[in-house]
């Protein structure tokens, strides 16, 4: 079968050509890119049913207004702001809610806070400091939220104002993150082509070869990432501007590994006298079981992410098992066309057979039991002490698998923006006059019959909140002298309060998700400590809503996992007709994706001193590591199985493995090369992604 159809395409090269150049043509010309297809804004990044969301939809519902902003004005005079200043900071405000400032009047409220009062673990200054909660109606959407804060910067503060002036929060910070994945992205796919081409015209000494790598390159990223987007918006899912860039270097990575297999079996085949269509035909033929069942590997153990619940997840998993299997089509199809077209001319200015020697062109020949390729020592080692080499080897991945005690999980939004971001130093600047916390503070409602009445018990609660470790102020009712409910943290109705929680550290940080996990399992015992007993407790808020992210992705991995690892085991074990090999194979992967994620957390977080690493980071590495292990695996051991038909199992692992070795490092490194260049995007997550996958 692999026969008939290797034939069938070498037949049809240039049907196979120019349908793939239409291909892309009308998916450039017709489909949106991911960009225009957002759908949504932070929705992408939080779980379905979260009960923080649902917790501060009801807050909204029983108070008169919200007290969380994901938008806020920054200001800060380390000389201090002065008395007019903090009374211009108020008059603003002032205007803005009662609708008298017409070009800011799609801004729905404004709250107002200086640090001139305060204890020193809130105020870590004294009127230096003030930031404006911003709030808008549902409708205003992101873009249009930014645009407003920065219209208010530019046009009501800065003509009059001599100190700092920025806006910042989750929705700056998302907006900001966006623009610098757009900027970044042409750099990484150039990097990335000159990194491909450099590297398989080295390998080959040849101009052709790489002309033919980046031409099914290029095919199947654009085919892909606009229908990727096209699918997201007839779906309703917002693929989020995170996946481009991974995708990017995926498909760099993973068809060019496939071009070098197939460029290196043609080459040896012609090397050996065949012509070039022949070579290509018996050359697709071999390799095309191996091929198909590796970028399957990949394809099944992403897709396996639609069983998250995370919106990202469950974009980020088809997202890359689309545009692998199109890879993967294109691999098949347009490589071994592009060979059968150009013949020999695709190795010049070497000649295989003449300048490339039969011997030279083996590297992983199956059959060619004569010829004693180069290199081979460290295969000899293993074949002959191959328990001694397993347990170095895996005594080697257990040390590094051991950074993963170190990891800790978090949301760095706003600080894994570079330092020159303006949402990272509004934080900056707003984290000198203030605990970190003030940007993103935390609401816990509590219900009950007639529990705004019960002030004694609420001002106890409030006490023993402020007493919790991690915390640096909270407000509440034991601040609202008066007895009446205006609406801010005892509602009308008289059957809920709420208390305003700020944390001294980064809200969206991992130290802060611990804080507010440990305050969330002693609520409870603290309602009763206080004597508000019957009254239920929620929590609302940007901690809240990471730590639910965060444990949700974790539920996500438990359940995606198996399901990821069962599939490439039925694959493996379809593929080898073996039940034990894939055991081996898969948790050689397993182990080593360990082995990446631990050193990941020694270099990050024990090294560099960072408080996390960004939730999705593991997650998405642990997926694509698994199942990129288990392609290198699929080709090695297929080889391996060849061989054996022909030789004893160990001299068949020797053989095999040293005809394999050169292939699989050039692809290797370019793999590595590939993800390596997304730490170009100048933000945390994608230098944590690179590094993990790269190592």
Known sequence: MSTRFASAVVRLRWVVLAFWIAAAAVVVTQLPTIREA???????????????????????????????????????????????????????????????????????????LTNAVGHSDLARERSTTAITYLFFQPEVGR??????????????????????????????????????????????????????????????????????????????????????????????????????????VLLFGVVTDYSIFFLSRVRSRIADGEDARTATVRGTAELLPIIVTAGLTVV???????????????????????????????????????????????????????EVSSAE????????????????????????????VALACGAFLLVAASGLTTIDLGNPLIRGLPADADAREGYRQASQGFAPGILSPT????EGDGVAGRRRALSRFQALLAQRRGVAEVVGPADQPAERAFGAVLSETGDAARFFVVLGTDPLGGRAVQRLR????RLPSLLREAGLNGATVSVAGDTALVTETIDKTVDDLARVAPVAIAVLLIILAGFLRALVAPL????????????????????????????????????????????????????????????????????????????????????????????????????????????????
């Open 38 to 112: 957002q759908v949504g804004a932070l929705g992408d990044l939080v779980p379905r049913n979260s009960d923080a969301v649902d917790a501060e939809l009801r807050s909204s519902e029983l108070f008169r207004f919200p007290l969380l902003s994901r938008t806020i004005v920054v200001q800060r005079d380390a000389d201090g702001l002065g008395v007019a200043e903090e009374a211009r900071i108020a008059a603003r405000a002032l205007a803005i809610n009662r609708g008298q400032d017409r070009p800011l009047r799609r801004v729905a409220g404004a709250l107002p």
């Open 143 to 248: 873009e249009d939220r930014q645009i407003l804060a920065e219209r208010l910067v530019e046009r009501r503060i800065e003509p009059r104002f001599d100190g700092f002036a920025g806006v910042t929060g989750a929705i700056a910070a998302r907006s900001q993150q966006s623009e610098l994945i757009s900027e970044s992205l042409p750099l990484v796919e150039l990097a990335t082509v000159l990194l491909v081409a450099l590297v398989v015209a080295l390998h080959f000494r040849a101009l052709g070869a790489p002309l033919v790598t980046l031409t099914a390159v290029g095919i199947s990223y654009v085919v892909s990432i606009r229908l990727i987007a096209w699918i997201g918006q007839k779906l309703g899912i917002s693929v989020p501007s995170e996946v481009e860039p991974v995708i990017v």
């Open 300 to 354: 099944a153990a992403s897709a396996s992410l639609v069983a998250a619940k995370l919106g990202f997840l469950e974009a980020f998993g088809p997202g890359v098992a689309l545009a692998v299997l199109i890879g993967l089509l294109v691999a098949i199809t347009l490589i071994p066309a592009l060979l059968a077209i150009g013949g020999s001319a695709v190795f010049w200015p070497r000649r295989p057979g003449v």
């Open 361 to 388: 062109a083996a590297e992983e020949k199956p059959g060619a039991a004569d010829r004693r390729p180069r290199r081979s020592r460290a295969l000899e080692i293993a074949t002959r002490r191959p328990r001694l």
């Open 443 to 446: 609401v816990v409602i509590v």
């Open 518 to 521: 440990a305050l969330r399992a």
């Open 584 to 695: 081996y194979l898969v948790g050689a992967s397993v182990l080593a994706l360990a082995a990446s994620l631990g050193l990941t957390g020694y270099v990050f977080q024990v090294l560099l001193g960072h408080g996390e690493i960004t939730y999705f980071v593991p997650f998405a590495a642990a997926v694509l590591l698994v199942s990129l292990g288990s392609d290198y695996n699929v080709f090695l051991v297929g080889r391996i199985w060849d061989e054996a038909r022909e030789r004893p199992l160990r001299e068949a692992v020797r053989v095999a493995g040293a005809r394999a070795a050169t292939p699989i490092t050039i692809a290797g490194l370019v793999l590595a090369g590939s993800f390596a260049l997304l730490a170009l995007v100048p933000i945390r997550p994608f230098q944590e992604l690179a590094f993990a996958m790269a190592a």
